[in-house]
């Protein structure tokens, strides 16, 4: 079962569908006894990361993510929840992979937020790009992103080069929604639910 963590309230059915639509059992739920029993574990955002953080204090969430040693996926705000720190209201997060969420820069005929499709360009060989084009292109929507580092496995350009998918240990993130990014972005989730 894929546990898929209920705390933004938004966008969560697009999430649930694409896995279901991959063939997996998914699960809303912001219980801790359910991530125990889960194979893999998402956790989407949208919102702000102060209120995602609070949301996953109120279920007491935070030590179970921080101890598991499944796979766990990151998306969108959910991405940024996993770092050590974002701008958006100076709040501290899980710190589970290095790293400060910082806003976007805006420039001349680009806005913030960054909202629409962008390209990936892939650092790192790594399993989640199995199947992929060499230029896939993602759905993205935020005003927050992590520079790119040494966890980057794919970097995206926008007013500057930042994070798009990230990855230590067990734990992934993906900047954009791959619920929303076409085939391309089901290849991404289908890859990582295949990650033991």
């Known amino acids: 079962m894929i546990a898929i963590i209920d705390v933004s309230g938004n966008n969560l059915a697009a999430v649930v569908n694409a896995v279901k639509r991959l063939g997996y059992a998914a699960e809303l739920t912001h219980q801790p006894k359910k991530l125990a029993a889960a194979s893999h574990i998402i956790l989407p955002g949208v919102g702000t990361a102060a209120r995602g953080m609070a949301a996953l204090k109120q279920y007491n969430l935070i030590e ?3 101890a598991t040693s499944k796979p766990l996926l990151g998306i969108c ?25 910082k806003r976007l820069t805006p420039q001349a005929n680009m806005p913030v937020p ?16 199995r199947g992929l084009k060499t230029k896939s292109w993602m759905y993205f929507v935020h005003s927050y992103a992590l ?3 040494q966890n980057t496995l794919a970097a995206c350009s926008y007013s500057e080069n930042f ?6 240990d067990n734990i992934y993130g993906m900047q954009f929604h791959p619920e929303k990014s076409s085939d391309e972005g089901l ?10």
């Open 64 to 66: 179970p993510l921080r």
């Open 77 to 101: 705000l959910g991405m940024q929840l996993l770092l050590d720190y974002s701008e958006e209201g100076n709040v501290p997060c899980l710190g589970m992979i290095p790293g400060f969420a």
């Open 114 to 129: 960054h909202m629409g499709w962008n390209s990936l360009e892939w650092i790192k060989t790594c399993p989640l790009a």
């Open 147 to 149: 520079p790119v580092t």
């Open 163 to 168: 994070s798009a998918v990230i990855n230590k």
């Open 187 to 196: 290849i991404l989730l289908k890859n990582f639910l295949e990650l033991t």
